[in-house]
Each structure stands twice: as structure tokens, then as C-alpha cells.
């Protein structure tokens, strides 16, 4: 299921992320609303379905051929038994068709992730994100927010490698659903730092 928000930007952001019982979802949700503060910036979210995997296999050729026009992408996935889940991996498993002639080189990158235990190992999960964007030359992006100081209302777990939730109820804490809008402005924001047309002055480009 990809949507993709209408508009003539010439810069776009993708999240690709699965969700079984929906609190990643709500993640990726508030991420776009955090894109969509930049009128500048189109985004594209793509939830992996479980029937896109065929055989073990992760295929949707669209798929690709719309991530290979986006200036970044964010990764998401519930942490599951400590790393990503199964149909994220599926999904990252199979973009190893562009990693031979890297054809992700340059793009941005940042992930999002949740866990039912305040330290289920969520960092594990953004750590493989990362490697992943490593692996095909993306610049990856963590957050800004440093908890405990200079608060910005965002990042009360104290992790800085992406977005992080700890969802116990199946819903997402306010300041979780804050931290992802937060990630989806910063990538955004730096989108339009690395265009070109945008000038010194990209952070006042916000409407929100
Ligand atoms: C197979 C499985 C493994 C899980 N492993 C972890 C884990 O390692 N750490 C953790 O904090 N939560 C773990 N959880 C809880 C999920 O991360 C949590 O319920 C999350 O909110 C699910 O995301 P979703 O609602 O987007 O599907 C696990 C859940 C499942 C089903």
C-alpha cells in the first residue's frame, strides 16, 4: 500500500516501514505530518504488506522504481526479538539488487522504531537500519534532541540513533508521537539543505 501525498514538489521523502498491530503505523503517520510542514517536500509511505513476500522473498518492483526518485528514505519496523522485524528485513533483503552499482549513494536516510518494553532493544533495530543505509552510501540521520537538556518535549528515551517508542497499550505516548514528527521535519529540513535551490535560509521554508 503506497500513498503518496499530490503535489509539484521536486523534492521527495519515502517511509517504508511494517506494522502489525499499528503503533508503527502511528510512527509513520506523525513522520509525514512532520514532512509535510515543508509544502516543498512530497513523501510517499509505503506500509510492507505481508503478501508482497512471495516465497521469502520481498517483490514489488514499483516499489523500488518510486524510492529510486526520493532524495531520502526512513526506515521503520517494530523491534522485534531485539532487531527488525521479518517483513522489514524481507524488504531490506531485497534492496540488495541496487546495492552493486549503489544506487542509493547519497540519498538520506533515518529510521523509526518501537518496543513493548521501555528498553526492548529498540536501538538494536536502528542500528541495522543504519548499517543498511551504510551499505548502500545514504547518509544517515539521527536526531538532535538531547534528553534531559535543552528540551525540546521530544526524545523521552533518551535514544538519538532515530525515533524510538515504548508502546506497551498498542498506543503511541504523546512525546513518542512528537519525537517521530520531530525526525520527519529534521530529514525534511535537511532535504532541503542539500538542494540546491533551497539557500542558507532553509529551516524559515516550514509552514509549521
Ligand atoms: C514476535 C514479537 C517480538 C517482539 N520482540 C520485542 C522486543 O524484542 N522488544 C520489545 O520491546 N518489544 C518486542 N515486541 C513488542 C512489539 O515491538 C510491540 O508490540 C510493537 O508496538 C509492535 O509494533 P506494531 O504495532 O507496529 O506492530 C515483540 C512483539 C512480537 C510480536
Not at 516465497?55 to 517494530?78: H, T, V, Y
Amino acid at each position: 500500500m503506497t500513498e503518496a501525498r499530490e503535489s509539484k514538489a521536486a523534492l521527495r521523502i519515502a517511509i517504508v516501514y511494517f506494522s502489525r498491530t499499528g503503533v508503527t503505523a502511528q510512527m509513520a503517520e506523525a513522520i509525514e505530518q512532520g514532512i509535510e510542514t515543508f509544502p516543498q517536500v512530497d513523501v510517499i509511505s509505503h506500509q510492507i504488506q505481508g503478501k508482497e513476500i512471495v516465497e521469502g522473498r520481498f517483490a514489488n518492483p514499483a516499489l523500488f522504481e518510486a524510492l529510486a526518485g526520493c532524495d531520502a528514505i526512513i526506515f521503520g519496523s517494530p523491534t522485534y526479538m531485539g532487531s527488525v522485524a521479518a517483513q522489514f528485513k524481507a524488504f531490506a533483503d531485497a534492496s540488495s539488487d541496487l546495492w552493486c552499482d549503489q544506487l542509493w549513494t547519497d540519498k538520506l536516510a533515518a529510521g523509526f522504531t518501537c518496543g513493548g518494553s521501555p528498553n526492548g532493544d529498540q536501538s538494536s533495530s536502528l542500528h541495522y537500519m543504519a548499517t543498511l543505509a551504510s551499505q548502500h552510501g545514504m547518509l544517515w540521520l539521527g536526531l538532535d534532541a538531547a534528553a534531559g537538556y535543552r528540551d525540546k518535549g521530544v526524545n523521552r528515551l533518551g535514544c538519538q540513533q532515530g525515533a524510538s517508542a515504548h508502546a506497551p497499550e498498542g498506543e503511541l505516548h504523546l512525546e513518542d508521537r512528537k519525537t517521530a514528527r520531530y525526525l520527519g521535519r529534521r530529514v525534511a529540513e535537511q532535504v532541503l539543505r542539500f538542494s540546491p535551490q533551497s539557500g542558507s535560509d532553509y529551516r524559515a521554508l516550514s509552514t509549521g
